[in-house]
């Protein structure tokens, strides 16, 4: 599969606003039978960082920008109906952005990969309070909580949290993710047991599939 045509197809169409052609190009490829995982990865990540450059460098405007994150989030909800699976399994995540945090596309991912994988999955989205996000926890028990940060600023809020999940409940097992934590992941394995930093939904398969398979 070219995803470079598509990616490329997909990038021009969220810049022009066109929600029908980017939806257009998603299906396509769902029809063409091609992995979720690959599609979000290679279409739609790669698509949004250039955004993200075009914005850096004055190229677009933050109207621009706000209207392609817009509509992928668009594409990324109508794909649900498509994705989700109905075998259910009792595991049940958490996938939050933490505290400050704006960007919620990314861990919508993450949730997505459980989803398609038959775990509950309580996707809380940007910006989650620490405190609300404990008691939503302790209400919920889940085997595994999922933390973003794009921002490398929000790390002293990535540490609270973590913390006071880890003193609440010792050994739930916490996986964390995101562009702000690309140079900074060494603290927080070292400091906190059962924490483990993934870069992509890659390595997130290979994590899910060893949690299940070996508890
Ligand atoms: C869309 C966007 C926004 C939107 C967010 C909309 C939304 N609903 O999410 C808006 C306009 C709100 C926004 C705001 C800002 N943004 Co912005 N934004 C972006 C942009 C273009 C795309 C983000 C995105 O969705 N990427 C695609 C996703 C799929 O990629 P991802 O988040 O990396 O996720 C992948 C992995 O990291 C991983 N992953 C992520 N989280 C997790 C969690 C777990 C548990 C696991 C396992 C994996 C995982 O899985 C995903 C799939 O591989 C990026 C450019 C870029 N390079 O990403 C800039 C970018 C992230 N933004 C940036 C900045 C600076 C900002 C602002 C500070 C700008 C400003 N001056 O106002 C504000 C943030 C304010 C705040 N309080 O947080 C910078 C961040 C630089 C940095 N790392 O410090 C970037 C990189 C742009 C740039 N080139 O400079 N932004």
């Known amino acids: 599969m070219d995803f470079d045509l598509y990616k490329n197809r997909f990038e021009k169409a969220i810049l022009a606003g066109d929600r029908l052609l980017a939806s257009e190009i998603i299906n396509d490829l769902v029809e063409k039978k091609s992995k979720i995982n690959d599609i979000y990865e290679n279409v739609i990540k790669r698509a ?16 621009t920008e706000h209207l392609a994150s817009a509509i992928v989030e668009s594409v990324l909800n109508e794909l649900y109906s498509k994705i989700i699976s ?5 595991n049940v995540v958490v996938a939050a952005s933490v505290e400050k945090e704006v960007h919620q596309i990314g861990i919508k991912m993450v949730a997505d990969v459980f989803e398609m994988r038959g775990w509950n999955v309580h996707f809380l989205g940007a910006d989650t309070p620490s405190s ?23 790390y002293p809020e990535l540490l609270k949290i973590i913390g006071m999940i880890r003193e609440r409940f010792p050994d739930l097992a916490i996986i964390v993710g995101g562009q702000g934590l690309l ?33």
């Open 86 to 90: 109905k075998y259910r399994m009792d």
């Open 48 to 63: 949004l960082y250039q955004v993200g450059l075009l914005w850096e460098t004055g190229k677009i405007s933050v109207a």
């Open 183 to 215: 140079h900074s992941t060494s603290d927080i394995s070292e400091k906190y047991k059962n924490v483990h930093y993934l870069p992509d939904l890659y390595s997130l398969e290979e994590f899910i599939s060893n949690i299940e398979n070996y508890g």
């Open 132 to 154: 609300d996000l404990l008691k939503f926890i302790e209400t919920v028990n889940p085997k595994l909580v999922a933390l973003s940060m794009s921002i490398y600023f929000h």
